[in-house]
């Protein structure tokens, strides 16, 4: 039996995220200060992990928040399929209260299982999930025993429904903050979650309530 673990966190945060800016695939903002003491808490909480691989989009926010595990010299496989979703024209915009709303006119059609919709020329929660699918079998199918993957938090949500066999309208059933944890083990047969949200880590530094 192939039993693994998988450690899936968020980016820590940008300036992006403090000022309610869009971001997605087509930003490639670095972290803040905020962010880079998030990585460093994290890497102080979980560095004494015996990481087989670490997996990255190829975006800097990714890679910045786990660069002191990339330091251990650890194997590291950076992928596009783990970029954020493409949220279109709107991203490096600053969120205006008619966008917000028509966001949540998307959530709420993504929710009622209108997945293959995209938002303001992006991309669709299936065509994101398309993209991760061949990262998911290296992951599930690799001899790696202990994976740390690090991306982003409608990538997640979308990543965690394939990983879990849920459809991806139940995706925002996963709750997401910078540099959180989300912890699997995969059996050989199927993923369970045993830490969800996990932000203990954090618990030392001021996270201000930003838009994610």
Known sequence: MNSKKIYIVRHGQTDFNLQGIVQGSGVDSSLNNTGRAQANAFFKRYGHISFDKIYTSTLKRTKESVAEF?????????????????????????????????????????????????????????????????VIHKILNGKEKTILVCMHGRAIRILLCQLLHFPLKSMDMFAHENLCLYLLEHTGTFCSVIKYNEVGHLEKISRPEIPV
Not at 115 to 124: K, Q, V, W
């Open 70 to 134: 990339i330091a251990l010299g650890i194997p590291h496989e950076v992928h596009a399929g783990l970029n954020e979703i493409s949220w279109g024209a709107n991203e490096g915009q600053k969120i205006t209260p008619e966008e917000d709303a028509y966001y949540h006119h998307i959530l709420r059609r993504w929710e009622e299982g209108e997945t293959s919709l995209r938002i303001n020329g992006g991309e669709s929660p299936d065509e994101v999930a398309l993209r991760q699918q061949p």
